[in-house]
Structure formats: C-alpha cells, structure tokens
T-cell receptor, first 115, second 117 residues
Framework: DGGITQSPKYLFRKEGQNVTLSCEQN?????MYWYRQDPGQGLRLIYY???????QKGDIAEGYSVSREKKESFPLTVTSAQKNPTAFYLC??????????????FGDGTRLSIL | AQSVTQLGSHVSVSEGALVLLRCNYS??????LFWYVQYPNQGLQLLLK??????LVKGINGFEAEFKKSETSFHLTKPSAHMSDAAEYFC???????????????FGKGTHLIIQP
C-alpha cells in the first residue's frame, strides 16, 4: 500500500542537540511538506518542497532545516536554535497542483519532547 | 492572502444529533477548500474537498459541506453523530506559493468534536 512513513514515532532531544525526523513516501508525489502542531494552534507550515533539490520556507522555518535529495524523502532537522521544539510534527505529500491544489496525504506524525 | 477561521474550538453533541462545524475563509483568489479529520496521535485524513464544481460536497463517513460564496463559508455537517466521529476537524483553504503555484494549504486551528452518549 502506498503511503507516508514517519519515524520515529516518539523522539527525545537533549539541550543543544540537533535531531532529524524522517519522512518517506511511496506515492510518487512531487510536493512534500512539514507542519508543526501545537495544542489549539492548528497546523503551521515549517518547510515545503515542490520538486527535488528545491524547498521553500514556510511560516515558522527558524530553527529548522530540510533537504530534498530524493523524490521519496524529505527529512527535517530540528536544530539547537529552535528553543521550543516540543510539538507534534506532521509530514505530508501531494501531487503538484499548478492551478488546482491537490489534497495532501499525511503521515502519522512524530512527537518530539525535550529531556 | 488566505486565512481560515473555525468557530468554536470545542463542539459537543449527543449521539444521533446533527453535527455542524463552522468554517469561514478569506481568499484573494477563487477558493479551493478542504476538510480533514484527525484522530488522537495520528495524521490528518481527507474528509472532502471543494474545487469549484458542485457547491454541496459529499465526503466520507456521511459528512458533507456546502460552499456559500456570499457568506464565505464552508461548514461541515453530518445528520446523525456517531461515537466514532469524536476527533479533531480542520478546515483548509488553498494558498499561493512564491512562484504563484497553487500547491499549498492554510489550515484553521481546528475544532474538537465531542460526542456524548
């Protein structure tokens, strides 16, 4: 079955440490997204990528970095510069919609906590 | 710019009663609208979408939504609530990327639906 796999499901970060969240999709989608979800805040866009080797900052990119070396993969690194990283992180993908936006398909998320 | 307002962070209904979740949008371009559902500790699942065809859109699990341009609304309804409908619901509107492409979504803050027995 096609889908999006996020790993790990739970992750703990120490102060001053960078951590990387994995996101892999086998839906052959061009576009991929990273969102952060906090209680009562909805989803906020961190980064997105419309094509391999290209990505754009979203609304809250500070303290995060991404890469898009392969179509299937869009890892997110939470750096030590992100002072409040505790949140639920969701990865999504969609076909690229030039005129009509396509629905986004979501992974099951990674919950990041600070030790 | 695009934005979404979901009225009511929590909505409580009795099992078997009508479900109504409200969504109002603001968009500088013709809107395309989506409703998603999220169960605890899971990702989001698409319920339905409006892409300028019929104004009444039917989705999965018995949900439907009506696009009303004059009211800038896209409210989600279900005639009879079931216990399994308890979840978080998100309304989203398309946003425009820096290259002008229509491949982003702006989400509302969500409405938590509570079903009382």
């Amino acid at each position: 079955d096609g889908g999006i796999t996020q790993s790990p499901k739970y992750l703990f970060r120490k102060e001053g440490q960078n951590v990387t969240l994995s996101c892999e999709q086998n839906l052959n989608h061009d576009a991929m997204y990273w969102y952060r979800q906090d209680p009562g805040q909805g989803l906020r866009l961190i980064y997105y990528s419309q094509i391999v080797n290209d990505f754009q900052k979203g609304d809250i990119a500070e303290g995060y970095s991404v890469s898009r070396e392969k179509k299937e993969s869009f890892p997110l690194t939470v750096t030590s510069a992100q002072k409040n990283p505790t949140a639920f992180y969701l990865c999504a993908s969609s076909p690229r919609g030039r005129v009509i936006p396509q629905p986004q398909h979501f992974g099951d998320g990674t919950r990041l906590s600070i030790l | 710019a695009q934005s979404v307002t979901q009225l009511g962070s929590h909505v409580s209904v009795s099992e078997g009663a009508l479900v109504l979740l409200r969504c109002n949008y603001s968009s500088s371009v013709p809107p395309y609208l989506f409703w998603y559902v999220q169960y605890p500790n899971q990702g989001l699942q698409l319920l339905l979408k409006y892409t300028s065809a019929a104004t009444l859109v039917k989705g999965i699990n018995g949900f439907e939504a009506e696009f009303k341009k004059s009211e800038t609304s896209f409210h989600l309804t279900k005639p009879s609530a079931h216990m399994s409908d308890a979840a978080e619901y998100f309304c989203a509107v398309r946003s425009i990327g820096p290259g002008g492409g229509a491949d982003g979504l702006t989400f509302g803050k969500g409405t938590h639906l509570i079903i009382q027995p």
